[in-house]
């Protein structure tokens, strides 16, 4: 072996670039809260209601959801979120838990707009009384993984697009849950 | 030798065994001290967050260094005979060599690839880094670390280790769903192995016969035979990312990185026998011999969590700066 090495100097193959779908080596963590004057169960029907996003966030146009098989041949639902600015985002449901009031779902970016990939995301309400606060937490990576990415695909472009949804939608959302409504 | 010499010779040696007993007597000093200071094995924990490494200590339960690395430090090899640690950096493109009795940064060997995953050679003269932005795994030569050789892997090559008998790399590519098998000799590919979704991180049985690799997206994790390369699966909980396996050969404890929880699986039967929750996102995790405890890396939490492989209960959480991960096997045991 060493002798191999020492007979071949340095002689990197070129690097071959990936399509998309996979990632970044060093996943990003974000997490962001929003405290609202509403019960609890009030802001969790909203959020739980998979197929409805455009009931709480000012930014989506409409949802559609589809019940199919995943990658391992399980049922499961997916939703194609429409955004009245054109974007995209298809994404699969993983999990409701009412008794934890916590959604967990995952963003394709295959099939969807917004470049951020390997991107699941977890929405939890806790509280009580007529106070709630929301936590939306999760991990995402940049969606062009080579080892130079392009600017509009690197780590700041993957964390603008999630602050570009996650920011005014939470405005939203506190706007509708604290309505009379 | 002409006579005038003479003093020249007489005074460089005095000055010299002056400075030998001096050194000596130092080295004498400074062993005491680390055997005191630090009596039980360590484990590398590499901080993504803020590129640095915690030394945690497994005995005392308490990081007793923190070394500053490349930039997003993810992955781990620890080379014992050399008393190196090298760590993987994905975003400076580079790997940190680590002194493992001063626990100083002391080289960065630029790799100019996405470096994630990491493993030596069992006589440690080749360190093998993959690269997870492109199909390649460089060769590294230890002792001339600017001779590197890139030879062919899957698509976002991730976890590597190599056989006991040093013949063979095992290569788990992400993207491909399956395992590249290397020849360490000519670095030519042996064999190309389907396995589940997403196999991400590998370890090996303690026999050496089995390798163990975890399938992200199938919820799995894949038993190969290093000669035959047969394989059977077992269900683990959700999102595997690490798998570590106990010194019998019984257990195998699986991070599930998206269900906040370890499984302890039954090797003999396939059957999780426990879940233990323990941090957000677990990652890197390994079996600790001397304490018979399985140590995890959260980087969901910023915490690693210390599990007593007696009772299967997590004794121990401790904090470690951001989003630690410790990739591979990152665990040296002390002499």
């Given amino acids: 072996m060493k002798k191999i090495l020492g007979i071949i100097a340095v002689s990197l193959l070129p690097l071959i670039p990936l399509t998309a779908g996979a990632h ?26 998979f ?7 000012s930014g989506v146009e409409s949802t559609t959801v589809e019940q199919k098989k995943d990658e391992n041949g399980d049922d499961a639902t997916y939703r194609t979120v429409k955004l009245k600015n054109g974007g995209v985002m298809y994404e699969k449901l993983r999990s409701a838990d009412d008794a934890g009031m916590r959604l ?7 099939k969807s707009t917004l470049q951020l990939a390997n991107f699941y995301p977890t929405i939890t309400v806790t509280g009580s009384g007529n106070e709630s606060v929301v936590t939306v937490k999760g991990s995402y990576t940049r969606a062009d993984s080579s080892n130079i990415p392009k600017p509009e695909q690197n780590d700041d472009a993957a964390t603008k697009a999630i602050n570009e949804f996650f920011d005014p939608g939470l405005e939203s959302l506190k706007k509708v849950a604290e309505s009379g409504k | 030798m002409h006579l005038e010499y003479f003093p020249v010779i007489r005074r460089k040696y005095s000055s010299f065994a002056a400075h030998f007993y001096a050194l000596a007597f130092a080295a004498i000093l400074l062993s005491t001290w680390s055997l005191n200071s630090t009596a039980g094995n360590l484990a590398y924990i590499t901080n993504q967050g803020s ?59 630029p790799v100019r690839i996405q470096a994630v995953g990491i493993a030596l050679s069992r006589d440690e003269n080749t360190l093998y880094v993959a690269d997870w932005g492109g199909e390649q795994v460089l060769a590294i030569d230890t002792a001339h670390p600017e001779k590197q050789k890139a030879f062919k892997a899957g698509k976002t090559p991730s976890g590597i280790l190599v056989s006991a008998d040093n013949k063979k790399l095992f290569i788990a590519n992400r993207d491909s769903n399956d395992v590249t098998v290397v020849e360490t000799k000519t670095l030519k590919t042996l064999a190309q192995v389907p396995v589940g979704l997403h196999p991400f991180a590998l370890t090996l049985s303690p026999d050496g016969r089995t390798v163990f690799v975890v399938n992200v997206v199938s919820n799995s994790l894949t038993l190969l035979d290093v000669d035959s390369y047969q394989s059977s699966t077992v269900k683990t909980g959700q999102h595997p990312y690490g798998v570590a396996i106990s010194p019998d050969g019984s257990w195998a404890y699986v991070s599930n990185n998206h269900a906040e929880s370890v499984s302890v699986i039954d090797l003999s039967n396939g059957k999780t026998i426990k ?7 677990p990652e890197g995790i390994e079996y600790d011999k001397a304490t018979n405890q399985v140590v995890v890396a959260n980087w969901g939490s910023d915490t690693v969590s210390l599990i007593d492989a007696q009772s ?10 951001k989003l630690c991960r ?8 002390a002499k």
């Fill in chain 1, 24 to 49: 970044g080596a060093a996943a990003l963590r974000f997490e962001k809260t929003v405290t609202i004057k509403a019960a609890p169960a009030k802001v969790w029907a909203l959020l739980k209601d």
């Fill in chain 1, 51 to 57: 197929g409805n996003v455009q009931a709480w966030h």
């Fill in chain 1, 104 to 110: 967990k779902y995952e963003y394709i970016l295959d």
């Fill in chain 2, 51 to 109: 590129d640095t490494v915690s030394v945690l200590d497994t005995q005392k339960k308490q990081i007793t260094h923190t070394v500053a690395v490349g930039k997003a430090p993810v992955g781990v090899a620890i080379a014992a005979k050399q008393q190196r640690v090298y760590i993987s950096n994905a975003n400076s493109q580079t790997v940190s060599v680590i002194n493992s009795t001063t626990q100083q940064k002391i080289q960065e060997i």
């Fill in chain 2, 275 to 281: 879940t233990i929750t323990v941090g957000e996102f």
């Fill in chain 2, 312 to 321: 299967n209960t997590v004794t121990s959480t401790i904090t470690s700066p």
């Fill in chain 2, 326 to 333: 410790s990739f591979g096997q990152f665990i040296l045991e």
